[in-house]
């Protein structure tokens, strides 16, 4: 099982967010980090830089992933048209 680490920006941006959004971003996470292999979460590689892309309704979380230390950890979470642009 992988650990999920969150950058400052990523945390507080998901802090803010209402209570059901931000539910079930969480819950996303949290069964990403049982199987980072798993097709069940939309999870896409990015495109131009490292990371993957994680679609959770409208919002985005960017993430990266280090398999030698089972981490997991959240880049940026943002509505769709904000998050690429960063």
């Given at each position: ?63 990266t ?20 642009g960063?």
């Amino acid at each position: 099982m992988y650990r999920l680490k969150y950058r400052h920006g990523a945390r507080n941006y998901l802090a803010r967010l209402p209570l059901k959004t931000k539910t079930a971003i969480i819950n996303t996470l949290h069964a990403l980090v049982i199987n980072p292999d798993d097709s069940d979460p939309d999870v896409r590689a990015l495109n131009g830089r490292a990371g993957f892309r994680l679609r959770v309704g409208q919002y985005r979380i960017i993430y990266t992933r280090r398999d030698d230390e089972l981490v997991i950890e959240v880049v940026t979470v943002r509505p769709r048209g904000d998050v690429y642009g960063r």
